[in-house]
C-alpha cells in the first residue's frame, strides 16, 4: 500500500470510528440475545428508579424504555437491546442533571 | 336554554360594528379522543346576520373553524336601536338563533 | 453520548445565566449571602430585575404577560377583551359555585368571606397541616368535606370555579403571607429552587425562559415574565381552545421541557405556586385570563 492509500484508508477507518460513536449506543459486534436485553433493561429500569426518587424523570427516557419492551416482546433484541441501552443513558443524564443541579440552581437565581 | 350566540352591535355614524362568540365544540372530525377513536366531525356550516331582512354578513364554515368561534365584521345601512338576527346551523342539522339592538 | 450533547447546550446557558446573575448583582449592588432565606429581599430584587429590564412596562402591566412585551399581540388580546373567551367558562363557574352540594352546603360556606373576592391570598401556609394550600386544593378538599367526588386539578370544572373566583377578586393586589414558621420558609425556598433548578432533556428551569428571555419568542410563543405570571390565571388558552388552571401549565411546561411531570398539587407545584405568587405581591389580579 503507498502513502495516499493508507492515508485514505486511515481516513475511512476515522470516519468509521466516528460514525460508531455517533450512535449514542454501542451496538455489539453479534446480534443482542434476549439475556442482553434483561440485563440491559434491568439497568435502564434501575437508574430510572433513582431519576424517580430524585422526582426528575425524562419523558424521551420513558419512551426509550417502552420502546424497548415493545421491540422485546416482537423478538426484535437487537433493538430492544439498543433502546434499552439508551434509556439507562438518559436515566443516567437526568440523575447527573437533578444532582448538579442541587447547587447549579443558584447560577439562575435573581439577587 | 341559554343561547349560544353572545352579540354586541355597535352604531358608529353610518358604520355598524358587529362582534360575536359563538359556543360550538366545532369538532373537525380528524381528531382522536383519548381511547383512540376519532371524534365525529361536528361544526357549524353556515352563519348568518340579518338586517330589515337582508343577510348583511353570510359565513360557510368547515372542519377548518376552532372551537367557540369569534367574528367581527363591519355593515353600513343600520340605525341605532335596529335588530340584528343571528342564526346559524351545523352538519347535524342542529340551529341556534338569536336577536340583538343595535347599541 | 447524550451527556456531553447535554454539557455542551447548557454551557452556553449556564454562561448566560452566570452573566445574567452577575448584572443582576452589579445591579443591585448586594451580594446576598446565598444561605439566609430573606422573602422580602428577594421579592425586591425579583421587581427589580423586571423593572430595570423593561422601563417602559407600569409594574402593574406585567401580569398581562406576553402583552405586556408585545404591542401587535396587544392590540390583539385588548380587541379579543371585549369578547373574551373565558366568558363560558366563568358564566359555568359562577354557576357552579351557587349551586349546593348534595348536603345543602355550599362552597360559601367552606371559605372567608363567602369565597368571593378572596383569591388574592392563595395560596397560603396552613400552619396546622404544615404545608402550602393552594386555591384549587382548598376546593377539593370543600368538596370532599360535603361528600362530592373531587374534580380533575387540571381544567374543565376547576378552571371554571377558579375563573369565577378569580374574577371577584380583579384589580385586588396579590397578598401572599408567609408567617413566622420556618416550615413557611423552607416551603417558599422550596418553591424558588424549583422555578430556578433546571429539568428535562432540554434542560430548562423555569428561569432559563421566564427570567432570562421574556419577550423573546420561543417558536410562534412569545415569552411571559417571571414577575405576575400567576396573577391572570386560570387562563383561557388558545392552544388549548379550553380553559386551564395553575395545574394544567405546570405539568405541560414540564412535559415540554421532557421532564415527566409530577402529580398535581405536588408539593413542588405547591411550593413555586407560593414563592411566585410571593413575588407578585402588590401586583393586581388579573384573572381569568386569555393567551395565545
Redesign the interface.
Known amino acids: 500500500m503507498n502513502e495516499g492509500m493508507s492515508s485514505a484508508m486511515s481516513m475511512i477507518r476515522n470516519m468509521m470510528l466516528a460514525a460508531v460513536l455517533m450512535t449514542s449506543v454501542a451496538l455489539p459486534a453479534w446480534a443482542a440475545s434476549e439475556t442482553d436485553y434483561k440485563t440491559a433493561l434491568a439497568a435502564a429500569e434501575s437508574a430510572e428508579k433513582e431519576a424517580a426518587q430524585l422526582r426528575n424523570k425524562w419523558t424521551t427516557t420513558e419512551a426509550q424504555l417502552k420502546a424497548a419492551r415493545k421491540a422485546a416482546g416482537a423478538g426484535d433484541f437487537d433493538a430492544a437491546t439498543a433502546s434499552a441501552k439508551e434509556a439507562e443513558a438518559l436515566a443516567k443524564a437526568s440523575i447527573f442533571q437533578a444532582t448538579s443541579e442541587k447547587q447549579r440552581w443558584k447560577d439562575m437565581e435573581i439577587r | 336554554m341559554a343561547s349560544t350566540i ?1 352579540v ?1 352591535a355597535t352604531a358608529n355614524g353610518d358604520t355598524t360594528e358587529v ?3 359563538i ?1 360550538h365544540p366545532m369538532d373537525s372530525g380528524f381528531v382522536k379522543n383519548a381511547q383512540g377513536q376519532i371524534i365525529p366531525p361536528h361544526f357549524i356550516q353556515q352563519l348568518t346576520f340579518e338586517h330589515s331582512g337582508k343577510t348583511v354578513f353570510l359565513a360557510n364554515w368547515g372542519a377548518a373553524v ?3 368561534p ?1 367574528v ?1 365584521f363591519s355593515f353600513k345601512g343600520a340605525n341605532k336601536g335596529d335588530e340584528l338576527k343571528i342564526s346559524w346551523v351545523d352538519n347535524k342539522g342542529t340551529t341556534d338563533t338569536t336577536t340583538a339592538k343595535i347599541q | 453520548m447524550r451527556l456531553q450533547t447535554i454539557l455542551r447546550t447548557s454551557l452556553p446557558l449556564a454562561f448566560a445565566a452566570l452573566s445574567a446573575a452577575a448584572l443582576a448583582c452589579v445591579a443591585a449592588s448586594a451580594i446576598a449571602a446565598p444561605d439566609k432565606v430573606d422573602p422580602m429581599a428577594d421579592g425586591k430584587a425579583f421587581r427589580k430585575y423586571f423593572t430595570d429590564k423593561f422601563p417602559k412596562v407600569k409594574l402593574e402591566e406585567f401580569v398581562n404577560g406576553p402583552y405586556s412585551m408585545n404591542e401587535g399581540l396587544r392590540k390583539q388580546w385588548e380587541e379579543k377583551e371585549q369578547f373574551p373567551p373565558y366568558e363560558f367558562a366563568l358564566e359555568a363557574g359562577k354557576e357552579m359555585f351557587s349551586t349546593p352540594f348534595k348536603n345543602g352546603k355550599t362552597y360559601a360556606d367552606c371559605f372567608p368571606n363567602g369565597g368571593i373576592g378572596i383569591r388574592q391570598n392563595y395560596p397560603y401556609f396552613d400552619e396546622k397541616e404544615g404545608k402550602v394550600v393552594t386555591l384549587e386544593l382548598a376546593l377539593n378538599r370543600c368538596r370532599e368535606a360535603n361528600g362530592e367526588a373531587p374534580y380533575s386539578y387540571v381544567k374543565d370544572e376547576m378552571a371554571s370555579l377558579t375563573a369565577y373566583m378569580a374574577f371577584t377578586s380583579r384589580g385586588k393586589p396579590m397578598d401572599i403571607k408567609i408567617p413566622n414558621d420556618p416550615r413557611a420558609l423552607e416551603a417558599y425556598e422550596n418553591g424558588k429552587r424549583y422555578f430556578y433548578t433546571r429539568r428535562g432533556q432540554l434542560n430548562f428551569s423555569c428561569a432559563t425562559c421566564h427570567v432570562q428571555s421574556p419577550g423573546e419568542h420561543i417558536r410562534a410563543e412569545v415569552l411571559a415574565p417571571a414577575l405576575g405570571i400567576l396573577n391572570a390565571m386560570p387562563i383561557y388558552r388558545s392552544e388549548w381552545a379550553s380553559m386551564g388552571t395553575i395545574s394544567r401549565r405546570f405539568t405541560s411546561c414540564n412535559s415540554q421541557t421532557r421532564a415527566v411531570p409530577l402529580e398535581p398539587q405536588s408539593d413542588e407545584y405547591r411550593d413555586v405556586e407560593y414563592f411566585l405568587s410571593y413575588v407578585a405581591n402588590g401586583l393586581p389580579i388579573a384573572g381569568p385570563g386569555a393567551r395565545p
Open positions: 353572545r354586541r362582534q360575536a362568540l359556543q376552532s372551537k367557540d369569534y367581527k
